[in-house]
């Protein structure tokens, strides 16, 4: 990820590559602690399990960071993340995959809008929507 | 007050009788919207370069703008006010009582729906960030799948050094009644534990992720199972101690017939002997009987029978 999109290479219905992500529980454990959440069903399995999730599971605020990574992972470094509006669904558990896809729904005067999806085995884990702007070609 | 977490409902048993009714919730959640904006503590450290490395490192994103520019992720925003893991420090907001008062009601059950963030600009490395919370809505209550429930949402501001806005976050959770019965209708597990007065701190252990082992509060023998007097001393005085969750098999028997209610044959019945100098009787699961031998590692797991029982089990120790 070394050069930015400009305005003029985007319009809408443009497919971001789509991003897999392994949900070991080493990703899960890793993001909650760094994200500073340390409510026990994010690392502890024993505990997930003893309140009828079958495994520990990702957190709110890493779903949060995965979808910012997954639009600048695309647009580039110079990319400015504006807002990010998630409907939370399914729980993204450890030894999932969590597969985002995303679209292009808008982009206007270098702001652009993405419909981003992503989908664990048990269904949509997030439906969000991400603004950002570009920079102008040239 | 940070957000919650999607997690599943818990299958705690509804209130029978509400103390705290439908009209007294909207009266609660109208004098905190009326509160308006309530500043929380200040971030406990500044935007800094170690915990931004740490966070893109376990994203895994790659994106070196930040630490070029000086600057943070920006859905770190929340990060920075995350409450610390140590009980009783907690800052509290307008939120926690009415989160508080819909549990009193019975709405026990929480799922967040929607967290939506706005983005003024990035935060920069030195300042320190001051969350602002403003509970803004109850709605309900409503049919929902999950069960009878509220809405409620709040909103947090983070304020920078300059006391002006940089980001802002909306954030929405379904306060619901766990159904009666279970989320799935799930049949209660056709053979139950006998539960008395001796023996319900092991089975509330279980279903609190813990292996309680019953000890002679007088002379500290442990011993299971769990009885009335303490075989060395006499001692009538109990208490328990909660076990490593280790163990290793001492024997065991693979049962193929007759059928067991509830259960699937074959399966693994064991003897664990525990590093803390008991032995305990229950399933070796996640192994085929045939890998099953005595003598191997084994950690204890805990496997919900239906809405109520939770069984320890003992599975193979990863290495």
Not at chain 1, 40 to 65: C, Y
Not at chain 1, 106 to 125: Q, Y
Request: proline share 9%; aromatic share 6%; with cysteine.
């Amino acid at each position: 990820m070394t050069r930015t999109l400009t305005a003029d290479e985007v319009e809408a219905g443009s497919e971001l590559p789509e991003l897999s992500i392994d949900l070991t529980p080493t990703v899960v454990v890793s993001t909650a602690l760094a994200t500073m959440d340390f409510t026990p069903v994010h690392h502890d399995r024993e505990r997930a399990r003893a309140q009828g999730s079958k495994d520990i599971f990702l957190n709110i605020l890493t779903t949060m960071g995965l979808v910012e990574r997954y639009v600048t992972d695309w647009a580039g470094p110079e990319a400015v993340i504006k807002g990010i509006d998630v409907k939370l669904g399914v729980p993204a558990y450890a030894g999932d995959c969590l597969s985002f896809t995303g679209t292009v729904v808008s982009c206007e005067a270098g702001r652009v809008t993405v419909e981003v999806r992503g989908k664990v085995s048990l269904g949509f884990h997030a439906t969000c929507t991400v603004a950002l702007t570009l920079p102008p070609a040239g | 007050m940070s957000g919650r977490d999607p997690r599943p409902a818990t299958s705690v048993p509804a209130v029978a009788a509400s103390p705290v009714s439908d009209d007294e919730l909207r009266e609660l959640a109208g004098k905190q919207a009326a509160l308006g904006e309530v500043r929380g503590a200040p971030a406990p450290d500044p935007v800094n370069e170690p915990m931004i490395r740490h966070w893109l490192a376990a994203m895994g994103d790659a994106n070196p703008a930040y630490l070029d520019k000086g600057l943070a992720p920006p859905a770190m925003a929340q990060v920075w006010t995350m409450q610390a893991p140590r009980p009783g420090a907690r800052d509290r907001s307008p939120v926690d009582d009415l989160l508080a008062a819909l549990d009193a009601g019975g709405y026990t059950g929480v799922v967040a729906t929607n967290c939506e963030q706005t983005y003024h600009r990035y935060a920069r490395l030195g300042e320190r960030l001051t969350p602002a919370t403003r509970f803004t809505d109850l709605a309900g209550p409503k049919r929902t799948a999950l069960g009878v429930g509220y809405f409620a949402t709040w909103n947090v501001t983070w304020y920078g050094d300059g006391d002006e806005p940089v980001a802002e976050m909306l954030f929405r959770v379904l306060k619901f009644r766990p159904r009666e019965g279970t989320r799935e209708d799930r049949p209660p597990y056709p053979l139950q534990p006998a539960v008395n007065q001796d023996t319900a701190f092991f089975w509330e252990g279980a279903k609190s992720g813990e292996l309680r082992i019953q000890t002679c509060a007088d002379c500290g023998r442990l011993r299971h199972p769990p009885g009335a007097l303490c075989p060395r001393c006499r001692s009538s005085r109990l208490t328990y101690t909660v076990a490593s969750g280790l163990g290793t098999l001492y024997s065991y028997v693979v049962h193929h017939h007759p059928p067991v209610p509830g259960r699937e044959t074959p399966f693994v019945v064991g003897v664990v002997e525990l590093p803390e100098g008991v032995r305990i009787v229950g399933n070796v699961v996640d192994c085929p009987p045939g890998q099953v031998e005595i003598g191997m590692a084994l950690r204890v797991t805990y496997r919900p029978m239906d809405d109520r029982l939770v069984l320890p089990m003992w599975a193979p120790e990863e290495p």
